[in-house]
């Protein structure tokens, strides 16, 4: 049975992810900040497949070092799913609250480095590191700057992994905009009822975890068409 560890896992995406590969036969470790949601989505998972489920916060050291632990000897597959959105309505960076930055960078950035580095001893050749990105790591939009910039942070982070570690496959992800509660925080106020559900990029995820694409950055609800090259 392969093993994945997916940080966020109580909701959205991260849920979505682990109902999919549960269903496919993976035990999971998974983790959240909110320890009743994840209890229930643990519960959901459990009727499906082995699942480890460890409340915390993915910033913290002792956290990062208990979901190593539960997974075990061998970890196939790290989805860093787990990210910190910042103040809403987002500030421009000339006024962007510093101390706020440093705890976005933090989770968005560090905690997904830190975790890599205590899974590499146990990833065989071939596993996957998904990390999860997004457009605004690519464009520059105004009043993104703070969670745009750890993003594409990320992004240059799994860029630079990839080259140092060929036997992985080390993925850049955007999964798209996907009506979620981030995605409503970061417009409070706004109907996006009208946004694909985080369901719709799951096919794309599985199409990597699944396949043999080389390490590169991947839009997700792309890569259910075919000869999607790597950019």
Do not use: C
């Not at 998972?45 to 050291?61: F, K, N, Q, S």
């Not at 000339?94 to 580095?117: F, K, M, S």
């Not at 996907?178 to 369901?199: C, K, L, N, W, Y």
């Amino acid at each position: 049975m392969p093993l994945a560890i997916i940080t966020g896992s109580s909701r959205g995406l991260g849920l979505a992810l682990a109902r999919a590969l549960a269903q496919r036969g993976w035990a999971l470790v998974i983790d959240a900040r909110g320890a009743r949601e994840l209890e229930r989505a643990a519960r959901e998972l459990g009727a499906l497949t082995e699942v480890t489920a460890l409340p915390g916060d993915i910033a913290d050291d002792w956290h990062r070092g208990a979901l190593i632990d539960a997974a075990g000897d061998q970890i196939d597959l790290l989805v860093n799913n787990a990210s910190r959105l910042g103040p809403s309505p987002q500030p421009p960076l000339g006024e962007y609250p510093l101390e706020v930055l440093e705890e976005v960078y933090r989770v968005n950035v560090l905690a997904p480095l830190a975790l890599v580095q205590l899974a590499l001893p146990r990833l065989p050749d071939g596993a996957a590191i998904v990390n999860l990105s997004s457009d605004a790591a690519a464009e520059p939009y105004a009043g993104w700057g703070g969670y745009g910039s750890s993003k594409a942070a990320l992004e240059q982070l799994s860029a630079i992994l990839a080259a140092e570690q060929p036997a992985l496959r080390v993925y850049a992800v955007d999964p798209g905009d996907m009506r979620t509660e981030m995605h409503q925080a970061a417009f409070p106020g706004e109907d996006i009822s009208d946004v694909p559900p985080p369901e719709d990029s799951v096919p794309g995820l599985l199409a990597l975890i699944e396949g043999d694409l080389p390490s590169g950055r991947y839009e997700a609800r792309e890569l259910v068409s075919p000869a999607i090259p790597a950019r």
